[in-house]
């Protein structure tokens, strides 16, 4: 291909991710970055890319405004690229999975291809154009890589085996003992955001976030904080915030397969001693729970022991 970057006049980044690279001194440093490695096309290794996982994170945002975070699951190649403005997905979402019925023709839509054993992850943003029987398309809007840190590296192998046992769906309105569980034990969350509603429609992001176990502290039965290390520059979920507060995480069980997810508003702590409580933390991340499921045993893959990410190691335990 003979273009590369972003080629377009107007910037990368949307108005609430400018006002915090702004904020922090740094909005001319990532808009060089930005038009350097944002394209508005998958280049080939990215496609070849998607093309090996047995998974991807998606992101989406139901008809009230509420974002959710999902995971969509299948054997290698179930994610194609026929062209390198679109991606088809040829696989349905899991029991229990929110995005059943948020999911059809011309919403936004985010997807994190990430290959967790590698450390290797990219972000690709996009409309829904076509659903089919067996699949659904994407066209193209945003597409870029992330950087390896705080991906705690494991090795997640697809089964369907492994959904033959019972599942069941728990609606979970606080957060009680199973849930409160998952979320102390987890080293790995996703989260979904949007910087504008189900309303007015627009990008749809979904990130990755990972700590030592414990790392999201469980405040009462609905609220989580959540330190923020340094990362890229980029804020695309904190602009999205910044705009439209409301977040939608997700939780993995890799021994169990059991699933976590959650919708509810989320703000930034910017400042305070709260943050200096955590080694390591730049900012907060406060997250109250609205509502949300815990689907037990519905993915079909399992993850060996996790390998912490190196860059954890100068943080501190919680």
């Not at 609430?16 to 490695?37: N, T, W």
């Not at 394209?39 to 959710?68: C, E, K, M, N």
């Not at 998952?182 to 309303?199: E, K």
């Not at 980029?234 to 169990?256: M, Q, V």
Request: charged share 20%.
């Amino acid at each position: 291909m003979s273009h590369s970057g972003w080629l377009h006049t107007e910037s990368p980044f949307h108005p609430g991710e400018l006002a915090i690279q702004a904020q922090l001194g740094v909005q001319e440093q990532m808009d060089k970055q930005g038009r350097r490695v944002i394209r508005d096309y998958l280049p080939d290794q990215h496609r070849q890319f998607f093309a090996q996982l047995s998974y991807v994170i998606v992101g989406t945002v139901d008809a009230s405004g509420s974002p959710w975070a999902s995971i969509l699951a299948g054997e290698p190649g179930f994610l194609s690229s026929p062209d390198d403005r679109s991606l088809q997905v040829t696989a349905k979402p899991l029991l229990g999975d929110p995005l059943a019925t948020i999911l059809r023709a011309r919403i936004d839509i985010g997807l994190l291809g990430i290959e967790l054993h590698t450390r290797r992850r990219n972000r690709l943003n996009g409309t829904v154009t076509a659903i089919h029987p067996d699949r659904f398309d994407v066209q193209i809007v945003q597409s870029f890589g992330n950087c390896p840190q705080y991906i705690q590296a494991r090795l997640l192998e697809f089964s369907e085996s492994d959904i033959a046992a019972p599942q069941s769906v728990h609606l979970v309105e606080v957060l009680g003992e199973p849930d409160r569980a998952m979320i102390a034990a987890a080293d790995t969350f996703f989260i979904a955001t949007a910087y504008q509603d189900a309303a007015a429609a627009g990008g749809v992001d979904v990130s990755h976030r990972g700590g030592k176990p414990g790392f999201v502290r469980i405040d009462g039965d609905r609220t989580l904080t959540i330190p923020d290390f340094s990362g890229n520059d980029h804020f695309n979920t904190f602009g999205n915030l910044k705009l439209n507060p409301y977040a939608g995480l997700l939780f993995i069980d890799f021994d169990r397969g059991n699933l976590l997810y959650l919708t509810g508003t989320a703000e930034v702590i910017w400042e305070g001693d709260e943050i200096r409580a955590y080694a390591g933390a730049e900012r907060l991340l406060r997250f109250r729970l609205s509502h949300g499921y815990r689907v037990e045993g519905s993915l079909p893959l399992r993850g060996s022991a996790p390998n912490f990410s190196p860059f954890l190691d100068r943080m501190g335990s919680w």
